[in-house]
């Protein structure tokens, strides 16, 4: 036993390090614990190793958090995988920033040191967000954390490109692409961010080649590209053009004639109806140019300034000058038609949005996809990876039947380095079949895991002994050292040199759910944990992660099993008015300030409710300070039940209850974790955290704390003694039930309470989760208690919308009963009803010249206003607010009626004016609800 008691105060900040620290130390977060358990699996989204927990990580780990948590407490074998992204583009971005600081390059110190640079940056920073998501309470298996970099995941990575190129499914290929000319890379669609802004529309006069008096004009907002155009397209139904369909054009600035081709992509309807097509440099050009045979000419260098495939006169020119100058020639020699003012989206970097991407022509490594795809697909349509919510089964299918070869070289040294190494082409044989070696462009390219097995393959291939040229070594170095050798006369050597390319992050991410278990290698944790339990991650990643994690899974997997049972998507967190969250709008939340300030558990509570499927998460300060304050609200409670006695007894037997207040809220307690159960189960957070609220600060805290004090300060000693056990056992059944939302204040809570009761056994968040014999709800018991609760509530509601005084406690109130109820009830209740609504209850019906009456389930109850209200005054006051809110109404119904407003107004500002309307819509309700109650 112990004297100490509750602090006045929930301080989070002085219990959360201190618990976190007892947990992990513990081992309390480890998987592979209960060997007979049924295992229940999840692996984190993997953050960017350099990065920092933002609001969008908060909700993802606080749903995973809780799913784990709960589903430990059910006594499963929980494994919570944790571990960081290499982010590729990201973190070479950041070290690259450092050393141009330093007034160096990467080029200039060399691929090996740079990468000593990174590597010394990730130990340096790599465990920010890691200690961040502690903060947060995450329960993680930090002892199976992992790197997407690390031995054994590189690893996976090898084994996986290298048996996908023996498949047939990876190769190399010329196709347009992402090109961010800063980094000089290759970059997938998630990093372009499509920016709105001011720009023109130059409409060009190309002269027809056999009639320089004619031209056909296009339109552009990209002129400089022009001098890769190879030709131009109409529809085949546009009859302005059919005579010139398989004629040639002579192309402004160029001395060369390109074709008139007809296409479905052109639109009549839009400009000329022409258009210029560039395949080298715009997408949906380079299938135009595919299905016309065009041509594909490169303009550009890798650093985006016009190369020699142009006149003299714009090599070396970077594209906004090229543009300049171009416009200028076109304008001198009369072939610029007009120029047009517009705003369009314009790709740039995502992460500094300062680059424009350029579409590239450029040869890269592509994987064909689509036949994992087609395994993947059969997954979801099984059902043996359901999606929820189950709509964005079709965001998936429609990616997946649409796919395309997926370009997985990037031209960064951060990353996993293809195992590709180049060798001279074997061209022909000698007279004595041993192969001729010559000097030219061609290669041999061997596929394999290691240098050891790339050298046996080449020797194999060659016939003869093989070298590895230097990591440094260009292809023009390579063949130098080959002729260098020949020319000093010894025997020709044989020079690999390796790919320098890394594989797109989302490959080795695409890996995760299996990798992280020990893949390739055939593991305890693998056998037990794979297919893992569920995904939980967002929307925007379902076509770059889910879905290649998906295809990964099903091929490499020896059962070609899916890699989750489920794929719960959630929405994007907005700030507290629905609006996205941006640096520009200064909207932009951050978790770690909101948890400093209110603590963990609010933060997490705060996501939980709010995260209702298939809508956007609304979150900001005010809505965290609010459940603080719930937080707040069941320290309280556990105050009051220390204050009045109210301590854990051993052996408390619920269905022993006698009184019928208790076994109200012993049944209250059975209905909230059926409703919280049911609801996690489904991942239906926000019901389950709405349920909790609700008990907790209503049921409990508001009604039951009330309706016990007589009791408890009575001198009915059966009645207080069973009252506080009743009153201790809920409690303890609320830590349970809260604690996957509110980690922190609940185990607090239940090691101090049990301290005062003779000590525990263990950690709450090892604790058994609650299970009731539904038998303990008692039909009469929760039939008169809510009957009571509801009558005081619509009394309560009364005298606010009618401004009676809250200290006015001579109101006489009756109640005429229709329904189940009976007047019986309110005898056996009155004092509490009258204490808890402020009026005087009677049984006879009120005569009054004011009144004011409320309907309720079972009856009508009515108030003797008489004295304490102004009835002409309430009454034109209550038509006067109605008349307000049905004002407001007008308002935005027309401004939702106006076809203008909603084809421009994002998403979330549509939301907020319906979201408006229906509580003006509400509180008209209840207004003339008022209006017509009062007698």
């Known amino acids: ?14 219990i959360e390090q201190r618990l976190y620290a007892a947990w992990e130390q ?20 993997p953050p960017n190793v350099t990065g920092s927990l933002h609001i969008g990580h908060a909700l993802n780990s606080t749903l995973q958090d809780i799913l784990c948590r709960f589903e430990r407490m059910r006594g499963k074998d929980v494994l919570w995988v944790p571990g960081t992204d290499h982010a590729g583009i990201a973190t070479q971005l950041v070290v690259e920033r450092q050393l141009r600081e330093q007034q160096t390059s990467r080029k200039a110190i060399g691929r090996d040191e740079f990468l000593k640079r990174v590597w010394a940056w990730k130990a340096e920073s790599g465990g920010t967000i890691t200690r961040q998501l502690r903060r947060l309470g995450a329960s993680c298996d930090w002892s199976r954390e992992r790197f997407t970099m690390d031995e054994g995941l590189s690893r996976a990575v090898t084994k996986v490109f290298v048996q996908l190129h023996k498949d047939g499914l990876i190769y190399k290929d010329n196709r347009l692409v992402n090109w961010d000319p800063a980094m000089q890379t290759a970059v997938s669609d998630l990093e372009v961010e499509s920016i709105d802004m001011k720009g023109h529309l130059w409409h060009l006069k190309y002269p027809l080649a056999d009639d320089a008096e004619r031209f056909i004009i296009v339109a552009t907002t990209r002129p400089e590209t022009m001098l890769g155009d190879t030709g131009v397209a109409v529809h085949p139904d546009d009859e302005r053009y059919k005579d010139l369909v398989g004629k040639m054009v002579r192309l402004p600035l160029t001395d060369r004639l390109i074709p008139i081709v007809a296409d479905s992509y052109a639109d009549p309807e839009k400009g000329s109806g022409a258009v210029k097509i560039t395949p080298a440099h715009d997408f949906n050009d380079f299938e135009v140019g595919r299905r016309a045979g065009l041509a594909a000419i490169n303009i550009l260098n890798r650093d985006g300034t016009l190369n020699d495939a142009v006149h003299e006169a714009y090599r070396g020119l970077t594209t906004a000058g090229a543009r300049k100058k171009i416009v200028a020639d076109l304008e001198e020699q009369g072939l610029l038609d007009h120029i047009e003012d517009i705003t369009h989206a314009v790709p740039h970097d995502e992460k500094t949005k300062t680059v424009v991407i350029e579409p590239y022509l450029t040869e890269q490594w592509y994987l064909n996809v689509q036949p994992l795809a087609d395994e993947a697909m059969k997954a979801v349509r099984s059902g043996e990876t359901q999606f929820v919510p189950e709509h964005w089964q079709k965001t998936y299918f429609q990616w997946m039947e649409n796919i395309q070869p997926w370009c997985v070289s990037r031209q960064l040294w951060w990353g996993h380095q293809i195992p590709a190494w180049y060798g001279p082409a074997k061209v022909q044989e000698n007279a004595d079949g041993q192969p001729i070696l010559t000097g030219n462009e061609k290669h041999q390219i061997f596929v394999e895991e290691d240098e050891v097995s790339a050298l046996a393959a080449a020797e194999r291939f060659y ?18 050292a080959a002729d260098g050798a020949r020319n000093a006369g010894g025997e020709e050597p044989i020079w690999l040199r390796r790919d320098a390319d890394v594989l797109d992050t989302w490959f080795s991410s695409g890996l995760w759910p299996f990798s992280t278990l020990g893949w390739p290698e055939q593991t305890t944790d693998l056998a037990r944990f794979y297919p893992t339990s569920v995904l939980v991650t967002m929307f925007d990643i379902i076509f770059f992660w889910v879905a290649r994690m998906m295809m990964f899974g099903v091929k490499f997997d020896d059962q070609h099993r899916a890699p989750f049972a489920k794929v719960l998507i959630h929405a994007r967190v907005v700030d507290e008015k629905g609006q996205k969250m941006s640096k520009t709008k200064g909207n932009v939340v951050d978790p770690l300030t909101l948890i400093d300030k209110y603590g963990a558990d609010a933060l997490r509570f705060g996501l939980a409710i709010a995260a209702a499927q298939g809508k956007d998460v609304r979150m900001g300060p005010s809505r965290v300070e609010e459940y603080r304050n719930f937080c707040t609200k069941l320290w309280n409670a556990a105050r009051f039940c220390e204050m009045n006695g109210c301590d854990p007894v051993t052996g408390f037997d619920p269905s022993k209850a006698e009184f019928k207040i208790n076994k109200w809220i012993i049944g209250e307690t059975v209905k909230t974790e059926r409703l919280v159960r049911e609801a996690l189960a489904a991942f239906r957070f926000n019901d389950a955290a709405t349920a909790l609220y609700q008990f907790v600060w209503n049921t409990y805290c508001d009604w039951y704390v009330e309706l016990i004090k007589p009791a408890l300060m009575g001198e009915d000693g059966a009645a207080k003694t069973e009252t506080r056990a009743t009153a201790a056992w809920v409690f303890d059944q609320i830590l349970h039930l809260m604690h996957p939302f509110t980690p922190y204040i609940t185990e607090e809570l239940w090691v101090q309470i049990g301290e005062r009761a003779g000590g525990r056994d263990g950690f709450l968040m090892l604790s058994t989760w609650p299970s009731y014999n539904e038998a303990l709800i008692d039909p009469v018991a929760t039939g008169d208690l809510n ?10 509601s009364v005298r606010s919308l009618l401004n009676v005084s809250p200290a006015a406690a001579d109101i006489k109130s009756s109640i005429a009963f229709t329904g189940a109820v009976k007047s019986s009830v309110f005898e056996e209740f009155q004092p509490a009803f009258e204490r808890l609504s402020r009026t005087k209850y009677q049984a006879d019906a009120i005569v009054a010249e004011t009144t004011g009456s409320a309907v309720v389930s079972f009856g009508t109850i009515v108030l003797d206003l008489g004295g304490h209200i102004d009835k002409a005054k309430e009454l034109a006051r209550l038509k006067k607010d109605a008349a307000k809110q049905d004002g407001e109404i007008a308002k935005i119904t027309a401004k939702l009626g106006n076809a203008e407003f909603v084809a421009k107004a994002p ?3 549509i939301e907020e004016q ?22």
């Open 787 to 796: 009957a009571v609760i509801e009558a005081c509530a619509a009394v309560r």
């Open 1 to 14: 036993m112990s004297d100490k008691t509750l602090d006045k105060t929930f301080d989070p900040a002085a």
């Open 914 to 935: 319906k979201d408006r309307r229906a509580a003006a819509e509400a509180t008209r309700d209840r207004l003339n609800e008022a209006i017509a109650r009062l007698g």
């Open 463 to 480: 016939g003869k002994p093989v070298k590895i040229a230097g990591e440094s070594a260009t292809a023009g170095d390579w063949m130098r």
């Open 26 to 45: 513990s081992g309390a977060f480890k998987g592979g614990t209960r060997p007979e358990a049924e295992p229940f699996s999840i692996v984190i989204p």
């Open 907 to 909: 998403e979330e500002v």
